[in-house]
């Protein structure tokens, strides 16, 4: 594998616990409202320490553990929505900078403080990022701009700060890309997803599925 210490850094360390707030007249219970935390934060099992997640059918667990995003794809986002964004806004637990995390590769490892992390996927926004952003139709918005940012897996526990550098331990081929996972599908990408033990089982099979599909 090919180490590149680059640019990479932790802008921001965020984390939220459930609570419950009204939308659209029923309670929703929700974490995606995430804050800064100063100073190291325990990376290690599923979470970050002082971090939950409210429904995990569907979110947390191994191949979700931390999710990231990076201040390149906020810019991004400050141009087509006339705003400047605080770091946590996405619900992310790392607001990073320096890694293009749409051309990452799952099973690219990083070195992040005290702790070794994996690119597991992408994220698939539901409505619960609508709220977050006061716009029900921000979800698709969000979908269509292909920006999804990246769901880490842990290695190696270890403590995490504001100001870590990331040095990236880039996977063997042939890999899965995170942007390739939010395009339209090639056959070529699907064979790559089955055969690639580091995608996430889900992924595998939905691939799987559609590939026998086309087949007949």
């Given at each position: 594998?090919?180490?590149?210490?680059?640019?990479?850094?932790?802008?921001?360390?965020?984390?939220?616990?459930?609570?419950?707030?009204?939308?659209?007249?029923?309670?929703?219970?929700?974490?995606?409202?995430?804050?800064?935390?100063?100073?190291?934060?325990?990376?290690?099992?599923?979470?970050?320490?002082?971090?939950?997640?409210?429904?995990?059918?569907?979110?947390?667990?191994?191949?979700?553990?931390?999710?990231?995003?990076?201040?390149?794809?906020?810019?991004?986002?400050?141009?087509?929505?006339?705003?400047?964004?605080?770091?946590?806004?996405?619900?992310?637990?790392?607001?990073?900078?320096?890694?293009?995390?749409?051309?990452?590769?799952?099973?690219?490892?990083?070195s992040v403080g005290g702790a070794v992390l994996e690119i597991a996927q992408p994220r698939q926004p539901c409505f619960k990022l609508g709220i977050r952003m006061g716009d029900a139709g921000f979800v698709e918005r969000f979908e269509a701009a292909r920006r999804p940012g990246a769901y880490l897996r842990m290695v190696d526990p270890g403590p995490v700060s504001p100001g870590d550098g990331i040095a990236v331990t880039f996977a063997s081929g042939p890999v899965v890309r995170i942007g390739e996972l939010v395009g339209d599908p090639t056959l070529d990408l699907l064979a790559r997803m089955v055969a690639d033990a580091r995608v996430p089982g889900g992924w595998r099979r939905e691939a799987e599925r559609t590939l026998r599909r086309v087949n007949g």
């Open positions: 594998m090919e180490t590149s210490s680059g640019r990479g850094f932790v802008v921001s360390v965020n984390v939220g616990r459930p609570r419950v707030v009204d939308w659209h007249g029923r309670s929703v219970r929700t974490a995606i409202f995430k804050e800064p935390v100063a100073g190291a934060v325990l990376a290690s099992g599923v979470n970050l320490a002082g971090d939950d997640q409210a429904d995990r059918r569907v979110h947390g667990g191994h191949d979700k553990a931390v999710y990231a995003y990076s201040v390149e794809d906020y810019r991004w986002w400050a141009g087509e929505l006339g705003q400047e964004l605080p770091p946590g806004t996405f619900g992310e637990n790392l607001t990073i900078a320096g890694v293009d995390l749409t051309g990452a590769a799952i099973g690219d490892r990083w």
